[in-house]
């Protein structure tokens, strides 16, 4: 049998080896965590504490009124330090609650659940929708978005797949893969909510081949319990994850052009996306921790940790014996996507997938040449876009050939730039070029 | 190691510098280790087959023409970075790919006056003057060889015999090209003599197989486009060979096309230069076929034996316009 996948992309090294044997390991709670109140893409939140109020771990500490939105809880209980703005993984300064633990008491074990159905089964899909909107869960592959939106879809738009996924492309990464080892039962439940909610679909678990043991553990949990899932072992190859390409690879659908996966009836979650769903509908977990992989070349010892949101980089990297003496770059995600970090006192935010520090110099500013005109960029584009094309019409400013050229289809996996000989930032390019564009079609009209 | 507070990451922090600074920069963070300028020194290798057996033929004058060139290449881009003001460039090698190719281009007979120039126009006409590395239209060698082409029209077709034939590195032992011999006095040379390249020609044409080493070498580490060959060489049988399948006696067989002259060179390394072809698949394959059929037409009604540097210098031409008017569609676009 061929393997399921999709054309063109590419094959950076993986660098999962550090961390893909290792269990899960819980952090030891931290002396402070800054909840940021916006932490996905929509309507920030309002804070619904004071500076000295007393707060409980599940605690609902913000919220926004508004579709597009989802609410912030508290991840440790103790005092509300503070309210104020400091640095956001995602740039910028963010407003975010501080919040003192409050170890001096025994009320560290208590914690506030959701509100939510005895029995999910009989439950309707409307009220499982709002118990996920209420638990805060977002897109935590990355990018987000709120769960019980996408969850929603138009009735114009009827779903018949959901798609687990597990691929976690992105070199360095492997908390999806240590979450679908240890937590399968919890993942499948976790399906079986969705597609329930959905209405009929049929689930389908794409995995990359090589987590292997991943895959070998869904396929027996399927099995024996019964469920009607499709587990699909897919190549390993960068951008495997991108939604698109998943959708692809899996179902042989193409999303269109500006579209998203519901236009062809398919609805995509991530592996710790999930499993939130599952701990907010069965056990009445808000999102107060996630597993995020801390790792790269000079830690001494990279794990795959399950840590409060708001916790800061620097615990974490301290955790994992980061020393800091010979740090280059920390970013947050993976390296193809992520995002370099300046302040590591920023906190782990519901996306944060990753936290990966690397002690080597990077290549890319100090060999930067001229494009050669290669080609390598069309053939490793995912979207089939020209990238080199896109980049030297943002340089000369060329604004409607760039549109005419797709670069709205670009998804900003960064698969130009990695093959890229001469060095030179395409998706850097691509992204001003973008703004320009956005901008320019904003004064037209 | 502190936990900031809006206070003391405003004022106090400026007067401290940290001590160990984090790189920003924008994603993708990792990086292929294969650079532009490993890309060329590779490309150098895969000559160095065809100017060994050029050495082999033709012994010192093809050690002096080969030296001239590349020297003149690559002095030629270092004055001229100079003038501009701008770093050294000769260390990535795209001037030692120019001024080996022109080399091999030449006559082992033709002048060292002469190739110096031709490596001067080469670089300065063809490479610099448009931008240099990445931005010329067209193959630098190439021009720099229609260059002397126009200039010294006998110098450069006067072919001498390779020593392996005359048993001596005699020069001025003129001989013509099979191309030449065929034209001019309608006569055949053998294949095996052709693809070894025991044939009067210039210095890099002779030897098929030699060309075929190095020329293997870029295809499997992709640093030329398979389907550039494969359109051209196979335009040029497909094509060639329908004319001789009309006319057997008045039109040479397409094997005789493939092995002689400087196709396979040409096809190889030249038509190949990623500079100068385009990136689209689609025009890629419209580029190779269109050399065919200009080399076919040249070789067959031209006045000229040879019509590989003209087929590829045409195309380079129309290159831009072919990756414009050749945009992939898009995925998930729909087809309008």
């Known amino acids: 049998m061929n393997t399921a996948t999709f054309s063109r992309g590419v094959h950076p090294h993986e660098y999962k080896e550090l961390t893909s044997h290792k269990p899960i390991e819980k952090l030891p709670a931290p002396e402070s965590v800054f909840i940021p109140l916006q932490q996905h893409i929509g309507k920030p939140c309002e804070p619904l504490v004071a500076k000295g109020d007393t707060v409980t771990t599940g605690q609902k500490i913000g919220d926004a009124e508004g579709l597009v939105t989802a609410p912030v809880h508290a991840s440790i209980s103790?005092?509300?330090?503070?309210?104020?703005?400091?640095?956001?993984?995602?740039?910028?300064?963010?407003?975010?609650?501080?919040?003192?633990?409050?170890?001096?008491?025994?009320?560290?074990?208590?914690?506030?659940?959701?509100?939510?159905?005895?029995d999910w089964e009989k439950a309707s899909p409307e009220e499982l929708i709002r118990v996920v909107r209420e638990a805060g869960i977002v897109g935590m592959g990355g990018a987000g978005f709120p769960a019980h939106v996408k969850l929603n879809p138009p009735p114009d738009k009827p779903i018949d797949a959901f798609i687990l996924n597990g691929c976690e492309c992105e070199p360095y990464l492997t908390a999806d893969h240590r979450m679908m080892v240890e937590n399968t039962d919890e993942i499948l439940?976790?399906?079986?909510?969705?597609?329930?909610?959905?209405?009929?679909?049929?689930?389908?678990?794409?995995?990359?081949?090589?987590?292997?043991?991943?895959?070998?553990?869904?396929?027996?949990?399927?099995?024996?319990?019964?469920?009607?899932?499709?587990?699909?072992?897919?190549?390993?190859?960068?951008?495997?994850?991108?939604?698109?390409?998943?959708?692809?690879?899996?179902l042989k659908r193409k999303v269109p052009a500006g579209g998203l996966p519901l236009d062809?009836?398919?609805?995509?979650?991530?592996?710790?996306?999930?499993?939130?769903?599952?701990?907010?509908?069965?056990?009445?977990?808000?999102?107060?921790?996630?597993?995020?992989?801390?790792?790269?070349?000079?830690?001494?010892?990279?794990k795959n940790i399950l840590a409060p949101v708001g916790a800061p980089f620097q615990d974490l990297l301290t955790y994992?014996?980061?020393?800091?003496?010979?740090?280059?770059?920390?970013?947050?995600?993976?390296?193809?996507?992520?995002?370099?970090?300046?302040?590591?006192?920023?906190?782990?935010?519901?996306?944060?997938?990753?936290?990966?520090?690397?002690?080597?110099?990077?290549?890319?500013?100090?060999?930067?040449?001229?494009?050669?005109?290669?080609?390598?960029?069309?053939?490793?584009?995912?979207?089939?876009?020209?990238?080199?094309?896109?980049?030297?019409?943002?340089?000369?400013?060329?604004?409607?050939?760039?549109?005419d050229w797709g670069v709205f289809n670009c998804i900003e996996c960064g698969s130009c730039a990695f093959v890229c000989p001469s060095s030179i930032p395409l998706v850097q390019w691509i992204r001003v070029g973008k703004n320009k564009a956005r901008q320019g079609q904003k004064s037209a009209s | 190691m502190s936990i900031p507070s809006p206070a003391s990451s405003k004022g106090k922090s400026k007067l401290k510098e940290p001590e160990n600074l984090l790189i920003l920069a924008s994603s993708p963070h990792l990086h292929t280790t294969t650079s532009t300028q490993s890309i060329m020194w590779q490309v150098v290798l895969a000559l160095s087959p065809a100017a060994t057996m050029a050495i082999y033929y033709f012994r010192w004058p093809a050690v002096v023409i080969i030296l001239t060139s590349v020297i003149a290449a690559v002095l030629t881009e270092a004055v001229i970075n100079r003038l501009k003001g701008e770093t050294l460039t000769i260390t990535d090698g795209s001037a030692v790919i120019t001024g080996l190719l022109l080399a091999l281009t030449l006559p082992p007979t033709f002048s060292i006056?002469?190739?110096?120039?031709?490596?001067?126009?080469?670089?300065?006409?063809?490479?610099?003057?448009?931008?240099?590395?990445?931005?010329?239209?067209?193959?630098?060698?190439?021009?720099?060889?229609?260059?002397?082409?126009?200039?010294?029209?006998?110098?450069?077709?006067?072919?001498?015999?390779?020593?392996?034939?005359?048993?001596?590195?005699?020069?001025?032992?003129?001989?013509?090209?099979?191309?030449?011999?065929?034209?001019?006095?309608?006569?055949?040379?053998?294949?095996?003599?052709?693809?070894?390249?025991?044939?009067?020609?210039?210095?890099?044409?002779?030897?098929a197989l030699a060309i075929l080493i190095g020329g293997l070498y870029l295809l499997i580490r992709r640093f030329a486009d398979w389907r550039i060959p494969v359109s051209y060489l196979g335009g040029v049988v497909i094509i060639g060979g329908i004319f001789w399948a009309?006319?057997?006696?008045?039109?040479?067989?397409?094997?005789?096309?493939?092995?002689?002259?400087?196709?396979?060179?040409?096809?190889?390394?030249?038509?190949?230069?990623?500079?100068?072809?385009?990136?689209?698949?689609?025009?890629?394959?419209?580029?190779?076929?269109?050399?065919?059929?200009?080399?076919?037409?040249?070789?067959?009604?031209?006045?000229?034996?040879?019509?590989?540097?003209?087929?590829?210098?045409?195309?380079n031409a129309v290159t831009p316009l072919l990756n414009r008017y050749t945009r992939p569609k898009i995925f998930g676009e729909v087809q309008s």
């Open chain 2, 113 to 207: 006056g002469g190739t110096i120039l031709g490596a001067v126009v080469a670089i300065g006409i063809g490479k610099q003057l448009f931008g240099g590395l990445g931005y010329n239209i067209f193959n630098p060698a190439l021009l720099g060889r229609a260059f002397l082409q126009a200039s010294f029209p006998i110098g450069m077709t006067t072919w001498s015999t390779p020593a392996t034939l005359a048993g001596s590195a005699v020069d001025g032992v003129s001989t013509a090209t099979p191309l030449g011999l065929y034209k001019f006095e309608h006569a055949l040379t053998g294949y095996a003599d052709l693809f070894v390249g025991n044939v009067g020609g210039s210095l890099g044409e002779t030897s």
């Open chain 2, 246 to 315: 009309f006319a057997p006696n008045q039109f040479p067989d397409p094997v005789f096309h493939l092995l002689s002259g400087g196709l396979i060179l040409g096809a190889f390394f030249m038509a190949t230069d990623m500079v100068t072809s385009p990136i689209t698949h689609l025009a890629t394959w419209i580029y190779g076929i269109g050399m065919a059929l200009i080399l076919v037409i040249i070789r067959l009604f031209g006045g000229l034996p040879e019509g590989v540097m003209y087929s590829i210098l045409l195309m």
């Open chain 1, 320 to 403: 994992c014996g980061e020393t800091m003496s010979e740090t280059k770059q920390v970013f947050m995600g993976g390296p193809m996507m992520g995002l370099a970090q300046y302040d590591l006192s920023v906190p782990l935010v519901k996306t944060t997938s990753g936290i990966v520090s690397l002690h080597q110099e990077p290549v890319g500013a100090i060999r930067q040449m001229p494009c050669i005109q290669c080609g390598n960029c069309v053939s490793a584009c995912p979207m089939n876009l020209i990238p080199t094309r896109l980049a030297r019409y943002t340089q000369n400013q060329r604004y409607t050939e760039l549109v």
């Open chain 1, 264 to 302: 062809v009836g398919v609805v995509v979650h991530n592996v710790g996306t999930t499993l939130a769903i599952h701990d907010a509908i069965i056990n009445g977990k808000p999102v107060t921790q996630r597993v995020v992989t801390v790792t790269g070349d000079g830690l001494r010892d990279p």
């Open chain 1, 189 to 250: 439940l976790g399906m079986a909510i969705i597609c329930k909610i959905l209405g009929k679909c049929k689930g389908y678990i794409g995995i990359e081949k090589n987590k292997s043991d991943a895959i070998q553990r869904m396929q027996e949990r399927v099995e024996a319990l019964h469920y009607e899932f499709a587990v699909v072992p897919l190549e390993v190859k960068y951008p495997q994850g991108a939604e698109k390409m998943l959708v692809q690879s899996v």
């Open chain 1, 78 to 118: 103790g005092v509300v330090k503070s309210i104020g703005h400091f640095p956001h993984p995602l740039g910028g300064r963010v407003e975010m609650i501080h919040i003192q633990n409050g170890s001096t008491g025994a009320s560290s074990d208590s914690e506030i659940l959701l509100d939510r159905p005895s």
